[in-house]
């Protein structure tokens, strides 16, 4: 199923990771974050989080012909992305994301509460640090709708570990592309 799928990917590349991070040197931080409210006994509004990302090292410190440098030097013309001896460095990260209403055993939520919604995304992120000040650069491209399958994994998770069976996804929101550029 989906959801064994996923589980037995990210427990995979914790498992490469830990194993690379011994005999490699230093090229950045993988993290990947489950967040479910389900190890808090609900199942209601935020309900579910499951994401990967890197950070780098500091860019000056890989080649010149990495994609990583030439990344960097793409966006250097952003206010903040100076190359005075500060140290810029770049995140990606892949996540989904999903919300329900507070009884997701009601196949009509009322509108007054959370809809259900599920985003599928690519974060993209550039940031310059120094002492005394840092600024940041995002962009995030996804999907917010059916097309970000959260319907397919919140019901594979359920069916997983017994929990009850979400009746409202029919409501979701639709299909909806999102965009977003953050400072």
């Known amino acids: 199923t989906l959801m064994k ?11 490469v ?3 690379t991070q011994s005999t490699a040197s230093y090229d950045g931080a993988l993290t990947v974050t ?3 409210d389900t190890f808090t006994g ?3 509004n935020y309900t579910n989080g499951l994401g990967v990302a890197w950070v780098s090292n500091g ?3 890989y080649d010149d012909e990495r994609f990583i440098s030439k990344w960097g030097e793409f966006w250097s013309f952003l206010p903040g992305i100076p190359d005075d001896g500060s140290n810029t460095y770049a995140a990606w990260s892949i996540a989904q994301e999903m919300h329900t209403p507070d009884d997701i055993e009601d196949p009509n939520p009322p509108e007054t509460d959370q809809p259900y919604a599920g985003i599928l995304y690519v974060d993209s992120l550039l940031y310059t640090r120094s002492e005394g000040w840092a600024h940041a650069w995002e962009l995030k491209l996804g999907v917010v709708g059916p097309a ?6 919140q019901k594979e998770f359920h069916d997983m570990i017994g929990g009850d069976e979400p009746m409202g996804w029919d409501t979701q929101l639709p299909d909806e592309p999102v965009i977003n550029v953050g400072y």
């Open 59 to 61: 860019l000056d410190t």
């Open 34 to 36: 489950l967040e479910n």
């Open 42 to 44: 609900s199942d209601n």
């Open 5 to 15: 799928v996923v589980v037995i990917a990210v427990l995979a590349s914790c498992a």
């Open 17 to 19: 990771g830990c194993v």
């Open 148 to 153: 970000s399958h959260a319907e397919d994994v």
